[in-house]
């Protein structure tokens, strides 16, 4: 049966521009040197290559994709960080009035990934510069799925030349780290062929339809009379710019909480 609620979901997203995967890609590069510590703006600001002060006192220059939207408006490039927050890839939580960007798990998984790889470019590079004596001291405490993903990365290559760089690296890292860097020096030595896979790392397949689902309403049951209801795209879009949870009850058991409140006092 072609029901209405389909037509109405196509409508929907040929209304709003889905942006494209590069786009979130790099979008999600920029919010990773800034997350927790900024909002919309300054998001914005490093995809413009902005000079502020403060940006630059933080180093977000460094990031892979400052001025990535160099040609676009701060208004323009704030339009697509929206987009980012309405399509679940980045989240605001408020610490008081300031609105502060994290990651979803959707965008972290995506994040994860792809700052992995940045990670083995820099090694590629080096590798071929020769350059075995680097300080790997930047390798401790980033988060552990991550630096877990990029050990496996590195399993993956099948390249012998990058274990002087991890045995380096072993020196320095805790008990786990150093369990997993051996495992994957061995893979290297014993040229193993087969993926490694390494005790608590996260599932890296990122699909590119991760990126590209087209946004829909979402099914919600409701706490209270357990009916599920439709959270539309336009209350996710309004939900989420305040930073709020997904609603957890329907609108007749929100109008009943209401009335009962309401009369009661
Ligand atoms: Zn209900």
Same mark, same amino acid.
């Given at each position: =049966?072609?029901?209405?609620?389909?037509?109405?979901?196509?409508?929907?997203?040929?209304?709003?521009?889905?942006?494209?995967?590069?786009?979130?890609?790099?979008?999600?590069? +920029?919010?990773?040197?800034?997350?927790?510590?900024?909002?919309?703006? =300054?998001?914005?600001?490093?995809?413009?290559?902005?000079?502020?002060?403060?940006?630059?006192?933080?180093?977000?220059?460094?990031?892979? +994709?400052?001025?990535?939207?160099?040609?676009?408006?701060?208004?323009?490039?704030?339009?697509?960080?929206?987009?980012?927050?309405?399509?679940?890839?980045?989240?605001?939580?408020?610490?008081?009035?300031?609105?502060?960007?994290?990651?979803?798990?959707?965008?972290?998984?995506?994040?994860?990934?792809?700052?992995?790889?940045?990670?083995?470019? *820099?090694?590629?590079?080096?590798?071929?510069?020769?350059?075995?004596?680097?300080?790997?001291?930047?390798?401790?405490?980033?988060?552990?799925?991550?630096?877990?993903?990029?050990? *496996?990365?590195?399993?993956?290559?099948?390249?012998?030349?990058?274990?002087?760089?991890?045995?380096?690296?072993?020196?320095?890292?805790?008990?786990?780290?150093?369990?997993?860097?051996?495992?994957?020096? =061995?893979?290297?030595?014993?040229?193993?062929?087969?993926?490694?896979?390494?005790?608590?790392? #996260? *599932?890296?397949?990122?699909?590119?339809?991760?990126?590209?689902?087209?946004?829909?309403?979402?099914?919600?049951?409701?706490?209270?009379?357990?009916?599920?209801?439709?959270?539309?795209?336009?209350?996710?879009?309004?939900?989420?710019?305040?930073?709020?949870? #997904?609603?957890?009850?329907? +609108?007749?058991?929100?109008?009943?909480?209401?009335?009962?409140?309401?009369?009661?006092?």
């Amino acid at each position: =049966m072609a029901s209405s609620n389909n037509r109405r979901k196509l409508a929907q997203t040929e209304l709003e521009p889905h942006l494209k995967e590069e786009e979130i890609r790099n979008i999600l590069h +920029a919010a990773d040197s800034l997350v927790s510590l900024g909002g919309r703006t =300054m998001l914005a600001k490093i995809l413009k290559g902005s000079r502020d002060k403060k940006l630059l006192e933080l180093g977000l220059d460094n990031n892979v +994709a400052y001025g990535y939207y160099r040609s676009l408006t701060i208004e323009q490039i704030t339009e697509r960080v929206d987009w980012m927050i309405k399509n679940d890839f980045l989240e605001l939580e408020y610490r008081g009035d300031m609105p502060i960007l994290y990651f979803t798990d959707k965008g972290w998984t995506i994040q994860r990934d792809q700052a992995a790889g940045l990670l083995l470019q *820099q090694w590629k590079r080096w590798v071929q510069e020769g350059i075995a004596e680097a300080d790997m001291s930047y390798l401790k405490d980033r988060n552990r799925g991550m630096i877990l993903i990029f050990l *496996q990365k590195i399993a993956a290559t099948c390249d012998d030349r990058f274990i002087p760089l991890l045995e380096r690296w072993e020196l320095i890292d805790y008990q786990k780290v150093k369990k997993a860097i051996r495992q994957v020096v =061995m893979h290297l030595k014993n040229k193993e062929t087969s993926p490694l896979l390494l005790e608590d790392a #996260p *599932q890296a397949d990122v699909s590119t339809e991760l990126l590209l689902q087209p946004r829909s309403s979402e099914r919600i049951k409701c706490w209270e009379c357990g009916d599920r209801f439709d959270w539309t795209v336009e209350e996710q879009d309004i939900f989420r710019m305040r930073g709020w949870e #997904p609603p957890k009850r329907c +609108a007749s058991c929100r109008e009943e909480r209401r009335k009962l409140r309401d009369s009661d006092w």
